[in-house]
């Protein structure tokens, strides 16, 4: 989708659909003015009427007012002025972006970003549309393509807005492409996407960017390290393990790297302790924190940002087989320590365990793992917010900030010493489960002692990473948050 800028009086832009938005019981303003304006008071007669609905949210098409230029205008209700906040903005940019969509509405001029909102300045408006517009408007169509009679996608559209939002506009098209490579990953089937296909995606985005480089270990190089942690959970699959490391030099050679590290399960089974039939399916999502990783170092690299960034993958196929491993198993990690198996189900933080330490050897100055953990997490937070775990406060609410920028929202967890003991047993350094008790800190417990050398933080996108149903697939969070994060830091 391609996104433009155009200054130009709204009643008087050409254009197949302007979309603007109104306050409930609030006198009209900016594009909606204009528009009711040119049109003598089309609008707020039907306001009036009942026939628009302001109500955060609603959506009503008109067509062909007099006096305005554009064939259509879509009225986007944005509710209560008082209560209007940047989650109602970005749910009206979304709720706006889905009517298009289903409405094979290929071209449309956005003045939603008009609408001011807490302490926001246009820039933020208008990147935050432009992304919540693309967003709004992908559908999946790798293994099931569009038929004819199905809606067409918004190829184009402009904002409202003069040249100097360029910026913005241009920030808005980076992030909003690391959400599409995000989510176009997580919903490939895992017959297609499995740890060879995560390598040859990084491959190629290392391809295209020259100051990317790229390294892909296979089974020979993570056991030389010492990797059998990643090793075990890969070794039932015949679609064998990868460890994926992408570097970005954007701020020279002398600069420590921020990190991202991602759980990259492309099919989780449980393994030996085989998860039961229904909704397994959904485990071909299990890689999502792989996906988000990648399309927040995509969305780094087309920012151009001024930071050097690592980005690793933990891939691997979980399954059950005559060399998978099995419950009383006990691994010797990369980094000496010994884990005992109860469940080959707990899979995640046996691959991200290795990665971490691996990831020591880059000084990172901030390491931030990504993953669809636990079930517990979703249990604890439900599908709004990612579970966030990390022993150093400002690092965590560097992140909960960057969150609640993006509108891609991160809530904390304590990670306290207190719940280690849960991971005790007599036969090894620790077992890789914490019983029913809080299992997603213990999690994210089990990490840290992986990551203590690390200023690290984890995320738990179990609950957000993707939405049940037919239609939604993969959210491509925390992919907003990420680059949030990236981007504050440079
Ligand atoms: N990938 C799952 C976590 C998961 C489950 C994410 C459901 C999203 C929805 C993870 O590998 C897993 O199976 N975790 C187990 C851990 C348990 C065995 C300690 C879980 O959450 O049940
Ligand atoms: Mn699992
Ligand atoms: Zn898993």
């Not at 009679?149 to 559209?157: Q, T």
Request: one cysteine or more; glycine letters at 10%; aromatic letters at 6%.
């Amino acid at each position: 989708m391609k996104l433009t800028l155009n200054n130009k009086t709204p009643h008087a832009v050409e254009s197949a659909c302007i979309v603007v938005g109104v306050f409930e019981d609030e006198p009209l303003t900016g594009a909606a003015a204009d528009l009711d304006k040119a049109s003598s008071g089309a609008i707020s007669a039907m306001i009036e009427s009942g026939d628009i609905d302001a109500f955060r949210g609603r959506t009503t098409l008109l067509h062909g007012l007099p006096g305005v230029k554009a064939d259509r205008i879509l009225v986007t209700g944005l509710g209560e002025a008082d209560r209007f906040d940047r989650v109602r903005f970005d749910m009206a940019c979304m709720s706006a972006g889905a009517f298009l969509r289903e409405h094979s509405v290929t071209e449309a001029h956005i003045c939603l970003h008009e609408a001011e909102c807490e302490d926001l300045d246009l820039a933020w408006r208008l990147r935050h549309a432009g992304i919540a517009f693309d967003r709004a408007n992908y559908v999946y169509t790798t293994t099931k393509p569009r038929k004819d009679d199905s809606p067409h996608p918004l190829k184009s559209v402009s904002f409202q807005g003069d040249a100097d939002l360029e910026d913005a506009i241009r920030q808005a098209e980076a992030i909003a492409a690391g959400y599409r490579r995000a989510r176009e990953l997580g919903n490939l089937p895992p017959n297609i996407c499995n740890p060879a296909y995560l390598a040859q995606q990084a491959k190629s985005i290392a391809e295209a960017h020259e100051r990317v480089d790229v390294d892909i270990l296979k089974k020979k190089d993570m056991a030389a390290l010492g990797m059998d942690a990643l090793l075990a959970v890969g070794q039932g699959s015949e679609n064998g393990p990868r460890l994926i490391v992408l570097k970005y030099n954007g701020a020279g050679d002398e600069e420590q790297p921020v990190a991202l590290v991602g759980k990259g399960i492309t099919f989780d089974s449980g393994g030996i302790s085989l998860k039961p039939g229904a909704n397994m399916d959904q485990m071909k999502f299990d890689m999502c924190g792989a996906a988000t990783v990648l399309g927040a170092f995509e969305a780094c690299v087309l920012l151009n940002l001024p930071i050097n960034l690592i980005t690793i993958v933990a891939a691997a196929e979980n399954m059950p087989d005559g060399r998978a491993y099995r419950p009383g198993d006990v691994l010797t990690s990369m980094s000496g320590k010994t884990i005992e198996i109860l469940n080959t189900d707990a899979e995640g933080r046996l691959v991200l365990c290795d990665a971490l330490t691996y990831c020591e050897r880059f000084n990172p100055r901030a390491t931030i793992d990504v993953a669809t953990l636990t079930g517990a997490c979703v249990v604890a937070l439900g599908h709004h917010a990612s579970g966030l775990m990390s022993p150093h406060d400002d690092l965590a609410e560097e992140l909960i900030g960057a969150g609640r920028v993006s509108v891609d929202r991160a809530w904390r967890l304590p990670v306290w010493e207190d719940y280690q003991q849960q991971l005790k047993t007599p036969f090894a350094d620790m077992k890789n489960v914490g019983g029913m008790p809080a299992g997603a800190i213990t999690a994210g417990c089990f990490l840290s002692r992986f990551a203590k050398k690390q200023r690290w933080a984890h995320i738990d996108i179990a609950g957000s990473a993707w939405k049940w149903g037919e239609a939604e697939g993969a959210t491509g969070r925390p992919v907003g948050l990420l680059t949030q994060y990236l981007i504050n830091q440079s």
